[in-house]
């Protein structure tokens, strides 16, 4: 069986910790139920990713190196 979380193509995802989730909802002023969603079936989640758990994406940027997103795991 292929593990896809692990492929090239697929950008990098972590489960982030309460300490800089506070940061990020701060800076941008926001909830974390304002985040865009990403399901948990999602097959580039972590393992150890929940419902409710918000995902930090780091993809390369041909503008920017690399772009961070946020996704908040849903059902």
Same mark, same amino acid.
């Given at each position: ?15 982030? /910790?309460?300490?800089?989730? #506070? ?9 974390? +139920? %304002?985040?865009?969603?990403?399901? !948990? ?6 393992? /150890?990713?929940?419902?409710? #758990? ?9 503008? +920017? %190196?690399?772009?961070?997103?946020? !996704?908040?795991?849903?059902?």
């Amino acid at each position: 069986m292929v593990d896809v979380s692990q492929h090239k193509m697929v950008p990098e995802h972590s489960v982030v /910790d309460e300490d800089e989730l #506070d940061e990020v909802l701060e800076e941008y002023e926001i909830k974390s +139920t %304002d985040l865009p969603k990403i399901k !948990r079936t999602d097959p580039a989640l972590p393992d /150890d990713a929940e419902v409710g #758990d918000v995902i930090k994406i780091v993809r390369d940027s041909r503008t +920017t %190196d690399r772009a961070v997103v946020y !996704r908040l795991v849903v059902e």
